[in-house]
């Protein structure tokens, strides 16, 4: 399953600094990582630069906080979906697809976030990049646990299988590539499962 990211460390946030994450993500989402500096995200914020760099101290800790708020919102909203599905298994593979589907439509239409700022950056140095790769692996972890209540035999192969499709279709999705890619590969996962 790979090993576990460090956590990065992360601020507390105020009113301001919650203003000004929520501008950010809208703007890192929309525009690109790169292409927003901290001076548009003050302006879109309704705060000052200096206000920015006192709560957040850095660009690079302000993109941390967009990506992890966002991977923690995602969890949660998996975890929903999860629950509503019941204990079995089938179903409960099939959820995550489904939940990915809901959340596209919902809060991804330019694709996978994590995938967008993986592309952007890809240095392990960087505070954001275990956010990245740690929201992925976790979602290995998931579909390894999920596959091996319906094949423990080859649980790891199974996982595997069922993440290609997943992060496929997210692909697919943020570049249109044709209608209802997530429904498409929960569809092929369906007919992979025993």
Known sequence: MGTTAPHPRRIPMTPAARRALEAAARL????????????????EAGVTKKTLYDRFGSKEQ???EYLADRDERWRAFLAERLDAAGPDPRERV???????????????????????????????????????????????????RLAADLAPERA??????????????LVAH????FPDPVTHAREQARALLP
């Open 62 to 64: 302000i993109v941390v």
């Open 174 to 177: 943020g570049l249109s590539v």
């Open 94 to 144: 099939l959820a995550v697809f489904a939940a990915t589907r809901a959340w596209a439509e919902e809060s991804s239409p330019k694709g996978c976030s994590m995938v967008n700022a993986h592309a952007e950056i890809s240095d392990p140095a960087h505070p954001a990049h275990p956010i990245i790769t740690g929201q992925k692996q976790w979602m290995l972890a998931l579909f390894t």
């Open 28 to 43: 890192f989402y929309e525009r690109g990582i790169h292409a927003v500096g901290v001076d548009l995200i003050a302006a």
């Open 156 to 169: 790891d192969s199974l996982a595997r299988t069922l993440m290609l499709l997943h992060e496929g279709a």
